[in-house]
Each structure stands twice: as structure tokens, then as C-alpha cells.
């Protein structure tokens, strides 16, 4: 592992804990799917553009 790499491990875990809280809140009836679907999207691109800013293919 490259020293790149540590920030990545930082963006993957704060996303994965963003999509079980929203999967969470899904499951649980305080959010419909459609409702969870947006955040979760929005989620997936902020882990995109830092993964290009970071230039990390």
C-alpha cells in the first residue's frame, strides 16, 4: 500500500457509513426507497470526484 492510498481508506469508510445509516433509516420506515435512493447517489459521486481528485483510478 502506497501512502496514496490512506486517504482513499478515509473516503470508503465516511461513505460506507453514510449508505448503512441511510440504508438503516430505509429499513427501519423512516425513508421511503426513493427517499434513500438521492443521498445515496449524492454520496457515490462525492467518493467519485475525491477519488479523481486524489487521481486514483
Do not use: D
Not at 461513505?15 to 426507497?33: A, D, E, R, W
Amino acid at each position: 500500500m502506497t501512502f496514496n492510498h490512506f486517504p482513499l481508506k478515509g473516503l470508503e469508510r465516511r461513505h460506507h457509513c453514510g449508505v448503512n445509516y441511510i440504508c438503516s433509516l430505509q429499513t427501519g420506515g423512516k425513508l421511503s426507497p426513493e427517499e434513500a435512493y438521492k443521498p445515496i447517489q449524492i454520496l457515490w459521486k462525492q467518493l467519485k470526484i475525491s477519488k479523481k481528485e486524489l487521481e486514483i483510478s
